[in-house]
């Protein structure tokens, strides 16, 4: 992957406008929303067993967000999934919280393990746990660094055959023939919750047009999310900052900024 092709890749992504389906935490729902059409891209919140079917029919890639998890909602991802493979629709899988509880790893385990067009996107503490390796993880915050969760995110992409993206003050994005790391971000977007959903919520976006790497929704986040942090002036206005700076990103932006190298 290039610079150029990232920056094509943002342009396809704004012709085509693929709809994004999320069943995604309540905390998110808005952030997430706002981001993928701030990007260009058309989201639906969506949870129902009843009308799942119908939109994986027709729906670019599933984001499946285990944020504010139930047992409930634990049967309508699972059959979302099972639907998206049918139609084989790109997953994202977003493991929040992964490592704090044993309901949000075995889930999470069980999605992985269901999904067959995926890409897992976390923080890494959750990449570190999803991988049954000793993460510092408590809450849906990172306690670990993400160069720390590396060789967890290379087992993930043996284990289930996925693509993965750990994200964190420099983001890495493993598949099976390459690692590639993105040094841009802002070190105040932890401080805003739902950056990293939005980041996988991105991935999903991406997915529908065929960047199924996660590599460009990473690059894209982590330039406007730099552009953001610049101006904000802390965390109230940095969620705004960033929906316009995903709105505003220009192809001389994207490469003057981006901070990518091949490991
Ligand atoms: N210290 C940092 N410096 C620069 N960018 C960062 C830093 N930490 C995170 N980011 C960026 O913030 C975004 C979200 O990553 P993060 O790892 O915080 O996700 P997360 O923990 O899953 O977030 P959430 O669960 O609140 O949505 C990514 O684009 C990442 O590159
Ligand atoms: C704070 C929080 N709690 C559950 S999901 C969520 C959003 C960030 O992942
Ligand atoms: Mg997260």
Same mark, same amino acid.
């Given at each position: 992957m290039t610079p150029e092709l990232i920056a094509q890749a943002l342009k396809s992504l704004r012709q085509q406008k693929p709809l994004v389906v999320n069943i995604t935490n309540y905390v998110v729902m808005n952030n997430t929303a706002n981001a993928l059409l701030a990007v260009g891209a %058309?989201?639906?919140? &969506?949870? %129902?067993? @009843? @009308?799942m079917a119908d939109m994986m029919s027709f729906a670019g890639a599933l984001v499946i967000n285990i944020g504010t998890l139930d047992k409930v909602w634990v049967e309508r991802m699972a059959f979302a999934i099972e639907q998206a493979n049918a139609n084989q629709t790109p997953i994202v899988l977003d493991p929040v919280g992964c490592g704090a509880t044993t309901f949000r790893t075995e889930t999470s385990r069980r999605f992985a393990a269901l999904a067959k067009r995926l890409i897992i996107r976390g923080n890494a503490s959750e990449i570190i746990a999803l991988a049954g390796e000793k993460s510092q993880g408590k809450g849906v915050d990172a306690q670990d660094s993400s160069q720390a969760a590396l060789s967890a995110a290379k087992a993930l992409v043996d284990e289930y055959q996925a693509n993965v993206v750990v994200s964190g003050e420099v983001d890495y994005i493993v598949t099976k023939d390459s690692v590639f790391s993105l040094s841009n !971000?802002? %070190?105040m977007m932890p401080?805003?919750?739902g950056t990293g959903c939005s980041l996988s919520a991105l991935t !999903? &976006?991406? &997915? &529908?047009i065929g960047e199924t790497t996660g590599l460009v929704a990473a690059a894209v986040m982590g330039v406007a999310g730099e552009i953001a942090g610049q101006e904000a002036k802390g965390p109230g206005s940095l969620q705004t900052a960033l929906l316009d700076a995903l709105f505003a990103?220009?192809?001389d932006t994207l490469l003057a900024?981006?901070?990518l190298a091949q490991l």
């Open positions: %058309s989201p639906i919140m &969506a949870h %129902s067993r @009843e @009308e !971000g802002h %070190s401080q805003v919750t !999903g &976006a991406f &997915a &529908a990103l220009d192809d900024r981006l901070k």
